[in-house]
């Protein structure tokens, strides 16, 4: 048997609003007045983009430790396009994003060919990452030096 690890989130919704809990952190979910919510967080979609940039991160600088690769920080740029008929019912469009791009700036003194590598090892490694690529989503990763 392998070690899993468990990741759980609890808490409460009202109307558009989720008051969620993971771990000893508080996370309000909601979604801006258009959508009937009260702009009180983040919107669920704009947080999967989050949980994206934060996840590369995270195993970016695990991957450098192993590399012996300068990482000193990554400013990112993640977005995710969506036709929104589809999570609003229309059944011939999909709900969930037709493309996602993560550009990245990596703060280093390495080359470019190194930040490629960087990249690549972080991309196979990445839960968040590795879960769009599953699911079908096209997904692209574009870093450069900042």
Known sequence: MTNMMTFQVTGTSNKMKSELNAKNHAITIDEPPSMGGTDQGIDPLSNLLASLAGCENVIANLVAKEMKFDLQGIEFDVKGQLDPRGLMGQTDVQPYFNHVSVHAKVK???TQERINELREKTDARCP???TFKA???PIEANWEKA
């Open 135 to 137: 699911a079908g989503i």
């Open 128 to 130: 968040v990452y590795t």
């Open 108 to 110: 280093t003194n390495e």
